[in-house]
């Protein structure tokens, strides 16, 4: 029979023994450094150790199926896991995920407390996979999730229940340091003259409406004080929750002041109003010089991430040109994964399998000149 005493030592050992075990797991798991901008204001460091940060990552807008994250992810969690671990071994330290409006408000002023568990939960593996997340916001990707009390509520309102939004996921995510950036919107845009009521989606593509307006009827406004405001009333729904992390809005391509097809949102007019500027540019075959002058176009005077590339409309040659020749101008790249690992692809038989997988491996090969 053990005595009292030996009962007390060998208590005293487990507990040693347990704390061992515990320090010797957080020592394994990646710690991850909040993300700022650089002294020289041209990039990203880490706060604490001041090193360099090139985001260099995915998109993680959908799976192979098409579906959107917040379709799969309370039901298939591993899946996302495992998508995950996959992004981080190709050599990915950003993700950039597509939060959809309607998953996240039950009402113009309530926000799905379940999302929100959700998105802690996506927080927490992202800080042990060693990924930082682009939180882009707002998304109304599938029509058919759209509310349509949404879609009912005039300029005023509809800013409002986005600022609403904004204020419970930044809260939601104040105190982890994975979040790379807020992004307030994929590809937001003012419209040139007034739209019907309730038609705040661009034109679908790929069964997706990734453009949205801001305002259905500019009456007269200059259109970068409209998105100027726009950007105000949501940065500051966020800063009140979060006045650490960076805040960003991902551009459409023509969004420069110059002739032709225009987003409103002129990159020198609205830079003011953010941390840093994003772009989504996709060179073209023989275009790349073209692609570069446009990229140019958004360095003014903060950082330049190009938030979404792909060899959609080029080779990798004449791809990984632009790349390189990116570098002199821009300070982050975040592409794409789909769900399927490299192995998988190989055994696929689409052309969409051959293209998708000749970037992952473009991806790998580039991500140590990267860091």
Request: aromatic fraction near 12%.
């Amino acid at each position: 029979m053990i005595s009292p005493r030996s009962r007390r030592v060998l208590a005293q050992c487990l507990t040693i023994a347990w704390c061992s075990v515990v320090w010797l797991l957080e020592a394994a798991e990646p710690r991850l450094d909040s993300v700022i901008i650089s002294k020289d204001g041209k990039g990203f460091a880490f706060a604490a150790s001041g090193k360099s940060f090139v985001p260099w990552g995915f998109n993680y807008d959908h799976d192979e199926a098409g579906r959107l994250l917040e379709d799969y992810w309370l039901t298939e969690w591993p899946k996302v896991e495992t998508d995950f671990r996959t992004m981080k071994d190709l050599g990915a330290n950003v993700v950039r995920i597509h939060l959809q409006f309607g998953k996240f408000m039950e009402k113009a002023d309530k926000p799905n407390p379940t999302a929100l568990q959700q998105l802690a939960k996506l927080l927490n593996l992202a800080e042990h996979t060693g990924l930082h997340l682009d939180l882009t916001g707002l998304g109304c990707y599938h029509k058919a999730d759209v509310p349509t009390w949404y879609d009912a509520l005039d300029e005023t309102a509809r800013w409002s229940a986005q600022a609403k939004f904004w204020s419970a996921v930044a809260k939601q995510c104040a105190a982890s340091p994975a979040i790379f950036c807020y992004d307030l919107m994929n590809e937001p845009v003012i419209a040139g003259a007034r739209r019907p009521a309730g038609d705040w989606l661009g034109p679908a593509f790929g069964g997706k409406h990734f453009v949205q307006v801001i305002t259905l009827d500019p009456a007269g406004r200059v259109p970068h004080t409209v998105a100027s405001a726009w950007i105000r009333t949501l940065a500051k729904a966020i800063r009140q929750q979060d006045a650490k992390h960076l805040v960003t809005v991902g551009l459409v391509d023509w969004s420069l002041d110059r002739p032709g097809l225009r987003s409103g949102f002129v990159p020198d007019k609205i830079a003011a109003d953010l941390d840093f500027l994003c772009v989504h540019l996709y060179p073209k075959n023989g275009e790349v010089p073209k692609a570069i002058e446009t990229l140019r176009g958004f360095a003014v005077g903060k950082p330049v991430v190009i938030e979404e590339t792909f060899p959609l409309q080029a080779g990798l040659r004449e791809f990984g040109q632009f790349i390189t020749e990116s570098r002199a101008v821009a300070s982050g790249w975040i592409g794409f994964y789909w769900g399927k690992s490299p192995a998988e692809l190989r055994k696929g038989g689409t052309v969409a399998d051959a293209i998708t997988l000749g970037w992952l491996e473009f991806f790998q090969r580039e991500t140590p000149t990267m860091r």
